[in-house]
Every structure is written in structure tokens, then in C-alpha cells.
């Protein structure tokens, strides 16, 4: 569940921040961010690698969210994940089962309130334009308090696109978790029910409700 946690972080965080300090990756971020909110949902398709340098022990998997206001969706090899903005729907298909629980209003994270990212540029980081090159810039976000977990968050976004091309997540306790996005969609529409578990399509599940 920490590994997940971090991937959901880090593959959705990314397409909501917005900068502080550094004027230019103010602009890159604000564009990229602006066309994000526009958009009917955000699509991620991308390869994940993370690496633990306590344990000395790396896992790579592939992976895809959908997010669209309060609702996500996020598929990983081992765990689904459903939000719908009133339930989520955590489901593991090795163990043919599915909890569900109620997002708790006073949590200011993404599992609890995935429009957040759309306004944390209001604050906690600060940013830098790192380099660029002829297809993308490269940015740095830190954490303004310096007591937290995270080291940074460094960013690559397309020229062209204002889309996201990786985002690296490093953290102090030697974790880090390197996203490399294969597609980036801004097109995609949710069909009704998109964000919803249905128990219809997965018959032998059991289902615990934690509501």
C-alpha cells in the first residue's frame, strides 16, 4: 500500500502543481496545469520504477489512471483502484476481493479529494526551471517545509504539448519512484459509470464494506 500510495502521488500530483519562485517554470507549469483543468479527464498510460535503497530492491510495472474532478481511476498489476468522489473501491483480483471505504473530508491528500491538485500551487513548494532542452523543460519542485518525507519532485514537460513526459519522486527514507509516461491524453471522455466498482463485472468477488 506505501508503493501505491507513492504511485498514486506521483502519477497524478503532477499534472496540477504550479510554482511559486521561478518566474519561467511558473509559465510552463501554469499552461500545463491550465489545459489539464480544462480537460474532460487527464489519461496516463506509463511504466513505473522504484527503487529502495534501504533494501536494495527495485520493482517495475506498468500502469494507467484516469482522473476527472473528484473521480479517478487508477489500474495497477495488482490492485484496481475505483473514486467516484463518495466511495473508493480498493480491488485485488489475486484475492477476488474488494474494499470500500468513504473518503474522509478532512483529508487534504488525492485519495480523499482529487480536485486538491488542481490548487496545491497555492502552496508547500518551491520551483525551479532545472534546464531544457530543444523538446522539454525540466523542473524542480521542494517541499517548503523541510521537515516532510520528500526530497523532490523534478518533472519533464513537452514543448509542444505542455504534457507530461516522466516526474521522479524522491524521498528521504531512500525512496524512489521514477514515472515514465508512455501516453498522455487529454481528450478522453468517461463513459457513466466509468468511476464506479460494478460488482456485475467481477461476480465472485467478496466485498468489505468499511462505510
Do not use: C
Not at 164 to 184: N, P
Request: no cysteine; aromatic share 10%; charged share 30%.
Amino acid at each position: 500500500m506505501k508503493l501505491t500510495r507513492l504511485i498514486l502521488l506521483l502519477a497524478l500530483l503532477p499534472v496540477a502543481v504550479m510554482a511559486q519562485k521561478d518566474p519561467e517554470a511558473v509559465k510552463v507549469l501554469s499552461e500545463f496545469s491550465k489545459k489539464a483543468a480544462a480537460a474532460p479527464s487527464v489519461r496516463l498510460d506509463f511504466d513505473i520504477v522504484a527503487y529502495d535503497s534501504k533494501e536494495d530492491d527495485e520493482t517495475e510495472m506498468k500502469g494507467n489512471a484516469v482522473i476527472s474532478g473528484d473521480k479517478y481511476r487508477l489500474t495497477l498489476p495488482d490492485n484496481n483502484i475505483w473514486a467516484d468522489g463518495k466511495a473508493v473501491w480498493n480491488y485485488m483480483p489475486d484475492a477476488k476481493e474488494v474494499t470500500v471505504t468513504e473518503p474522509d473530508p478532512s483529508d487534504e491528500s488525492f485519495m480523499s479529494k482529487p480536485s486538491l491538485l488542481f490548487s496545491m500551487y497555492e502552496k508547500g513548494y518551491k520551483v525551479r526551471l532545472l534546464e531544457q532542452n530543444l523538446t522539454e523543460w525540466i523542473i524542480d519542485l521542494y517541499p517548503e517545509d523541510i521537515r516532510i518525507n520528500l526530497v523532490h519532485i523534478r518533472l519533464a514537460i513537452g514543448k509542444t504539448l505542455h504534457d507530461l513526459r516522466s516526474a521522479e519522486y524522491k524521498t528521504k527514507d531512500g525512496m524512489t519512484v521514477t514515472l515514465t509516461v508512455s501516453k498522455y491524453d487529454l481528450s478522453f471522455r468517461p463513459p457513466e459509470g466509468y468511476f464506479v466498482f460494478n460488482l456485475v463485472d467481477h461476480k465472485g468477488v467478496e466485498v468489505i464494506d468499511m462505510r
